[in-house]
């Protein structure tokens, strides 16, 4: 964890999304999903950054999330959203398990419009932006 903990930063700069999706999604090791194996999974990738030296940043913990959870097969799914906040758009990445956000609330993440989901192996269940209409 404290590998990637470190590369993260670096690698969301230079990596497209999509890439970065594949190369953290983990192959499970486990057939069986073990539910406190996955909450002390969340309850230490918490920690890791709220203690860290920099402030939370959403997107390397849910990148995180996603490799870590993926390997003890909960099929997480990683979502990109925007809303719309003042003058200015406010992106947030959250991870699904079974449907709900493990760290953040149904309720913060109402708000957001998912316009990227990444799924088992890194693939894209949802466009990460709008498709141009065909021509009739």
Not at 12 to 37: D, H, S, Y
Not at 80 to 95: N, R, S, T
Not at 98 to 108: A, R, T
Request: hydrophobic letters at 45%.
């Amino acid at each position: 964890m404290l590998v990637w903990r470190t590369l993260l930063p670096l690698l969301k700069f230079v990596l497209p999304l999509r890439t970065l999706a594949r190369l953290l999604w983990t192959e499970p090791a486990a057939r069986v999903r073990k539910p406190e194996r996955e909450a002390r999974i969340l309850r230490l990738i918490a920690r890791a950054y709220r203690l860290g030296q920099s402030h939370d940043n959403c997107l390397e913990r849910s990148l995180l999330t996603y490799r870590l959870l993926s390997a003890r097969n909960a099929e997480p799914r990683l979502v990109i959203g925007f809303k719309k906040a003042a003058e200015d758009l406010e992106g947030h990445a959250w991870v699904l398990v079974d449907g709900l956000p493990v760290h953040d609330s149904p309720e913060f993440i109402a708000d957001f419009t998912p316009l990227g989901v990444f799924a088992e192996g890194g693939a894209v269940e949802a466009p990460l932006r709008p498709r141009p209409a065909e021509a009739a």
